[in-house]
Every structure is written in C-alpha cells, then in structure tokens.
C-alpha cells in the first residue's frame, strides 16, 4: 500500500471557537476522539477507585469498612462505568481520531452526529452516580445494587438507583448507535480511492464488525430494560410468572446483548493489535485475510452463544449442548488469529518499546483468558464453576488484560502521533511491569479461590480463603496506583517532551503516518490515493 | 479523478444543539425517575414511597423542561440542517452518507422491536406452558390452563396480589386492526405514488400522494387510539393483564409511537414539497422518510400476524 499524493494541509481552515465552545460544539473527528479518550481515562479512575473500596473490604474475613447493600452498590456501578464509560469510549475514541487518518478520510462523515454521541455520555455518567449523593440527602437508598446485570426479580424491587441506571444505559446505548451509524458509514463512504474493503486497516475491519454487533444487540438491551421499567412502574408481568411471563426471559434478552458486548469491547483492540505486531516486527502482518475472516466469524458466532451466561439457570438438554458446542467453537477463529498474531512476529527484527511490551504481554494474559472462558463454556464444569470468583478472574483477564492492557498499547503507539510528543519511555516500560505483575497478583489468587468454592459479589466470606483474598487486595492496590503512572505520562506527554517525528515508529506502515506528528486540525483535506 | 468539488466534503461547522440535547435527554430522564419514584402506586391504589412523594412534581417539570429543550433543540439541528440542503452544500457524496446511515438506523430500530416480538415468543411458547406443565403436587398453578392468549395464573408478586381479569378477552383481528391494516398498506401505496411523481416532476402528484399519506397516517393513529379506550373500558384488557395485556400495549404502543413520529416527519416533508425543496435528482430528506414510513409498515404487519391473526 502506498500513497501518491501526500496530505494537503491548509492551516488556514482552522477557524473554530477556543476555550469550552471549541469542545462543546466541535464537529472535528480529532477534538471529538480527545474527549471520547479523557472521559474514557477520568471514568477509568472512578470505576477503578470503586473497586479498591471492594478489595479493602475483602482484605479480611468479615464486615470492615461498609454495609453489604452498599458494597453491592459499588459492584454493580464499578462494573457499569468499566465497560460503558471506560473501555466503550475509549475504543470509540481511538476509532474517532484514527480512522479517518487510516482510511484518508477529511473527517468522520456525520460530525455533529459524532458530537452528539459524545455528549451523551458525561449525562449518563451523572444518572449512573447520581444515585451515591442522592442517598447522602436521605432520598433513596443508593445507586443499583444488582449488578452489572438487573436481574429481576432482585431489580424489580430494588430503589431509586434501579432507575437511574436504566436510563444510563437508554443514554448509553444511543451514544453507542450513534457512535456506530457514524463508523458504518465513514468506512463505506469515506476511504481513500483505491482503498478497497480488502485493503483496509485491520483497525477498520475490528470496528466495522463491532459496529454492526452494536446494531444488532444494543436496541435489544433497550428493549429488555425498558421491560423491566414497566415491571418496576407500570405493572406489565415480563419477568413475573405470576402474569406468564419468566424472570430468565430478563437473562436471554440481556445476554443476547451481553454475550456480543464482550466482543464489542475486544474487537477494536484485535484491530490495532496486528497494527502494532508488524510496526514493531518490521514486517507486514502475517494473514490479513484469514484474520479478516475470522473477525466475521466471531462477529457471526458472538450473536448465537449468548445462553451459556447462565447454564445453571435451567434449560432443555438439548439447549445446553447447543450453546456449549457453539461457544466453544468460537475458539477456532480467535486461534486462527493468535496464530496469525504469534506469525507476525516470527522472525521479524523485533523491538521492545512500550507498545510492543503491552501487545506481548496482552498476548499471553488475553490467552489465558480466552483458555478460561474454554473451561466455563464445558456445562458439566460450569456448574462448579458459575458464579464463583473463578469468573471474576478469567473476565478480568478478557477484559482488564484483553480489553484495557490493549488499550493501553494503543494509547503508548498513537500518543506520539496525537501530541506530537514522545512519551516517556523509561516511565512507561515501568508503568507495563507495574501493571502486568500486579494484575497477576491481583487475579491468579482468584482462580484459586473461585475453584475452592468463594462466591462473587459477596462482602464476606470464609477463613479458608483469608490468604488468598489478602494477596489479591495488596496486587488491587499496587495496579489501581501504577495507573497513576499512566495518568502521569500521558499528561507530561501532552504537556511536552522530545519531538515525535512523522513516521515515530521505524516500522511503522499505513496512511495516518504518513501525516505530521501532531497532524494538521484537518486532515486530507484532498483524499490520498491508494495503489 | 473526480473535479475539486466533488472531491470535498462537507464537514459542518461546531454546533451547540448536540451538546443541548443531551441536557434535556439528562433532565428529562432524571425528572422522569423522580416522578416515578414519586408517584408509583401498588396494586390497591396505595402510594409506594410516602417518604418520597414529594419528588413527583418537581420530576414531572424537569421532564417536561427536558422535552421542551429536546425538541426546541431537534427543531433549530434540524432547520440547519435543511438550510445546508437548500443551498446546495450536500452533493453525492454527501447524500450516499445519509442514504447508508438511514438504513444503518433502521436495523438498529428493527433490532429493537425484535426484543418485544421475542419477549412474545418466548411467554407463548416457552413460559406460559411451562407454567402450566408442572406436577400438581409441586406447582402453586393447579389449576392454570396452557392457552394463548394468557394473563398468566395470577399469584402474589413482592407482597401484591394479582388476580387474572376473569371478563378478560383477546383483541380481535378483525374489525379495527384490519381496517387498520388496510390504512397503512394503503399509506405504503400513496407515498410510493408521490415519488413517482417526484420522480417525473410532478409537483401536484407528489403534494397530493403526500397529503393522503399523511391523511392515512392519521386516521390509523385515531383508530388506534378508539381500539385502545375499547380495550381499557369495555374489554378489561389493560398493559396490567398478564403476557398477553404486556406484550400486546407495549408492541402496539412502540408501533402506534413510531407512527406518530413517522406522521410527524411526513408533514414536514410535506411542507417542504409544497416550498419546493425537492428536484427529481436530489431528495434524500424524501426518500428517508418514505424508508421510515415502510419500515413501520412493515412492523405493523409482523405485528398484525402475530399479535392479532395467531
């Protein structure tokens, strides 16, 4: 892939307001993915800060710091605000300040739709929270303390913060269909001449397919929630027998959504993870069509799968296998792509900078969670296994080591080109050790606790598991301060540092290198083409 | 290649609506749940959160202060938006955006009235036999019968007895559904008139096809509503009667909603087409509203079929 014309940059177009006006009417793809990556980093700190109240509770046996319904509170909110106000934003946001660098696109193609989407998201943070004072002022009892899930009947019941978190999630769920609409489009409309879909980068393809999933499920979620807010209010019987309708029917609707949620989160990041494999490997990416296909049939398989969430719950026979042999069968495209990661890097010249470290270690801590998810998809292990803190552990590794840690690299390998800076090497190496040994700290002791029988979402527990939960809070501890770190470089590195060069990365390839490092306000202007 | 001016998109300048919106999306959610908590009311009648009643008024404006600043907002976006279409900022490249994204919004819509037909689905065939399947002598529903339409056994849920409505009856399919049915394939019939006349440039065809639409419209949300007062005054049939009374408001209440929208966006379109805003080559604002308009066509006749026909 190559261009022939270079970006034209015209520096006289920049005429947008300064001060607040510029970011709360600003229609640029840049400005917008800037606030998408912040609120992203800022709710990153408040979920986090949650669960360090969660783990200095569980350090010891029995009850310290805090009542078990608000222990339950920070639960549900903690997991929440991680998957929809840290890890969504922060893939839309690369999504915003990359693609249309990737593709050679001027912009997003629906700007204001694209400030909208982000707009909604600081209100639905507030209807989230809101809740925590609200019951500081004797009005309510908190935020929801059911979960991250709703189940009902327990959320049929549940107060005021059952409320508000449903409509976080209505709020939510628009941002993600706008935010969605407005990828499809840019990716169908907006690439370069010449880029044909198999030309892409392998970021466009992991967002198109996370974007049609969000389509697909997220309207499902809003209908499931808006069903339990006329169970809650207006007396229609979906989750109640005693009108005909089932509680479990709440588990189907909701994991049909969730199920395909886990991929939503992944699959941006196994975009740019190849990306990163062959600028540091010095080498083109090994597979691009096999890794292709296999992002289409995960995307498939993610929508058919959903069940095996809740196997204990009571199902036909036939079901049960059904959905085990399904989940189980994801495991062969995601290890066509391992292969195809592991491949890139086989016997490239490889380097070992920041990016590069979090991608490796991602690697290896993503495949132990994947391997996890193999054992909890078995139905006769499962049911051991559900509801245990052997859960906890292997979604932590999916999510923390594949989604957030994945993150991270992205952040490490596009931050030069974003600030125009470079970050501080020496400090970010330290940031991924910190991280990687702690998140281990933190989470092995679960596997072990989980397979002996500890429960999740329990603010107690038994003697026999003293040991273990110790170690796990002190590793909690030591990851949620080395974030601090991060916090710490990123902001130096906005602030200043050595100069980034245009390519930064010597291996580097695709279009958004080939502008200057901080790019022009806009970019391609005159698309590139490509050959 | 493509001239410079067809090679340059139109990114818009900032714009403060978005940001507005998502004020009024914030006060007119948190309004609605203090209203709610405020108001909510059990089985008997009763106020549920005496404590808390004093938050039903204040709710009720911050709602209706969200919806006020949502719409005045959604107007002066949308205002903005025709403007740019009038003085010719939208070109092909443009329009293709809009095209895809419309049909992108679309799916999303249909994926949302996908949960409610599911939610269907799952009460006939799964929970409401299930219900009535198990032994006597481990079963609080002895004497529940399997039988579509159910209003479920009835049973005390959270401390409040329900009891079935024993004069309960079904909706029938025939009678205001059907003629109902007939409105809107009719509806579909017009609007596709209209653009053939656009098409041709025929002015008059495309004002009249648009207005009976319109007319269609109407008349099918009137209908909806009379079948709706029937059904609460004379049936017994409430969004309270069970899997069937849940299923049957909320489907028809998110369809007979996205009419009123649809109704909504046709008389604006209408205006426009009577201002002129359309050329036979350049007329998305038209054509979304026509896709719309069949999308919710289209729900209708799932719903015909399956909430009202089986």
């Known amino acids: 892939m190559s261009t022939t014309t270079v ?34 980093l800022v709710m990153f700190l408040v979920g986090g800060s949650m669960i360090l109240g969660i783990r200095a509770e569980l350090f010891k046996p029995g009850l310290q710091l805090m009542n078990p319904e608000f222990f339950n509170q920070l639960i549900g909110v903690h997991a929440l605000i991680m998957i929809f106000a840290a890890l969504m934003p922060a893939a839309t946001g690369f999504a915003n300040w990359m693609l249309p660098l990737q593709i050679g696109a001027p912009d997003m193609a629906l700007p204001r739709l694209n400030n909208w989407g982000f707009w909604i998201l600081p209100p639905s943070a507030i209807l989230l929270t809101l809740p925590f004072t609200l019951a500081l002022f004797g009005v309510g009892d908190g935020a929801l303390a059911t979960g991250w899930t709703f189940y009902p009947p327990l959320s049929v019941q549940g107060g005021i913060g059952v409320d508000f978190a449903i409509f ?40 198109l397919i996370t974007a049609f999933l969000l389509i697909a499920t997220i309207p499902v979620l809003a ?71 296999s992002l289409w049939a995960i995307g498939a398989l993610a929508v058919v799968v959903w069940a095996h969430h ?3 719950a009571g199902m036909p026979v036939p079901a049960l296998l059904y959905f085990m042999y399904s989940t189980m069968a994801i495991s062969l495209p995601l290890a066509v792509l391992f292969y195809c990661w592991i491949r890139t890097m086989w016997k490239g010249s490889m380097s070992f900078e920041t990016p590069m470290l979090f991608t490796v270690g991602w690697i290896i801590l993503f495949g132990i969670g994947g391997l996890t998810g193999l054992v909890l998809a078995d139905v006769a292990a499962d049911a051991q296994y559900h509801n245990s803190y052997f859960v906890v552990a292997h979604f932590h590794y999916t999510l923390f080591a594949g989604g957030i840690m994945g993150i991270m690299a992205g952040v490490y390998y596009w931050l030069p080109k974003m600030t125009g800076h470079m970050y501080n090497e020496k400090l970010g190496k330290t940031h991924f050790w910190l991280t990687a040994i702690s998140f281990n700290v933190t989470f092995i002791p679960q596997f072990f606790v989980g397979l002996a029988g500890m429960p999740r979402r329990i603010p107690d527990y038994a003697l026999q598991f003293a ?49 200057s490092s901080p790019p022009p306000y806009h970019s391609f202007t005159e698309q590139p083409v490509v050959k | 290649m493509a001239s410079h001016s067809e090679n340059h998109y139109f990114v818009p300048h900032g714009s403060i609506y978005p940001a507005l919106i998502s004020v009024g999306l914030l006060s007119m959610a948190s309004g609605f749940v203090f209203n709610v908590t405020g108001s909510d009311t059990r089985l008997d009648g ?25 719409l005045t907002m959604m107007f002066k976006w949308l205002s903005t938006v025709v403007t740019e279409s009038i003085t010719g900022q939208y070109k092909k490249w443009e329009d293709k955006s809009f095209r895809i994204g419309m049909i992108v919004f679309i799916c999303s819509e249909v994926a949302f009235f996908a949960a409610f037909f599911g939610a269907l689905f799952y009460m006939r065939v799964l929970s409401v036999p299930d219900l009535a399947s198990y032994a006597p002598d481990i079963t609080p529903y002895k004497d529940f019968l399997s039988a579509w339409p159910s209003q479920g056994p ?33 509806s579909g019939a017009t609007i596709t008139w209209a653009h053939w006349g656009l098409i041709k440039n025929n002015r008059k065809q495309l004002i009249i096809g648009l207005f009976l639409t319109i007319a269609l419209g109407v008349t099918f949300l009137c209908c909806q509503a009379a079948e709706y007062h029937h059904a609460y005054t004379e049936m017994g049939l409430t969004l309270k009667s069970g899997a069937y009374g849940a299923t049957f408001f909320m489907l028809t209440g998110f369809h007979g909603f996205h009419v009123t929208i649809g109704t909504l966006m046709l008389i604006v379109i209408w205006l426009r087409s009577i201002k002129g805003h359309f050329t036979p080559e350049h007329h998305f604002g038209f054509e979304g509203v026509a896709w719309y308009w069949h999308f919710v066509d289209v729900v209708w006749l799932g719903l015909y079929i399956f909430v009202y026909m089986l």
């Open chain 1, 467 to 515: 040991e273990f939960n110790m170690i796990s809070t002190v590793g909690a501890f030591v990851l949620g301060l080395s974030q601090l770190l991060f916090v710490y470089i990123i902001i130096s590195c906005v602030k200043g540092g050595k100069k980034a060069t245009d390519k930064v990365w010597e291996g580097a390839q695709g279009l958004e290198w080939t502008l």
């Open chain 1, 310 to 312: 809740f196997f204990t």
């Open chain 2, 46 to 70: 009763s106020i549920k959160n005496p404590a808390l009643s004093y938050l039903a008024t204040p709710g009720k404006y911050m709602m209706y202060l969200g919806l006020a600043i949502i």
């Open chain 1, 7 to 40: 970006a034209h940059h015209d520096e006289h177009h920049d005429d947008h307001p300064t001060g607040i006006m510029r970011w709360l009417t600003t229609t640029n793809h840049k400005d917008i993915g800037t606030m998408y990556l912040t609120f992203s």
């Open chain 2, 154 to 186: 009835g049973g005390t849920v959270l401390g409040e007895a329900y009891k079935p409505n024993p004069d309960f009856h079904p909706m029938s399919w025939s009678g205001l559904p059907l003629i109902n049915t007939l409105l809107l394939l009719s």
């Open chain 1, 168 to 207: 976080a999630v209505h709020l939510l769920g628009i941002s993600s269909v706008l935010g969605s609409i407005n990828i499809i489009v840019t990716i169908y409309n907006m690439r370069a001449p010449g880029m044909t879909l198999m030309k892409m980068p392998m970021f466009a393809w992991g967002w």
């Open chain 1, 223 to 293: 209908g499931a929630v808006t069903m339990l807010l006329t169970d809650r209010h207006f007396g229609t019987h979906f989750f109640d027998a005693a009108g005909g309708g089932d509680p479990i029917m709440f588990q189907h609707l909701f994991w049909f959504f969730g199920h395909p949620e886990v991929y939503i989160l992944l699959l941006p990041v196994w975009g740019f993870i190849p990306q990163i494999l062959q600028t540091f490997s010095r080498k083109p990416m090994y597979g691009y069509k096999a890794q292709v296909y």
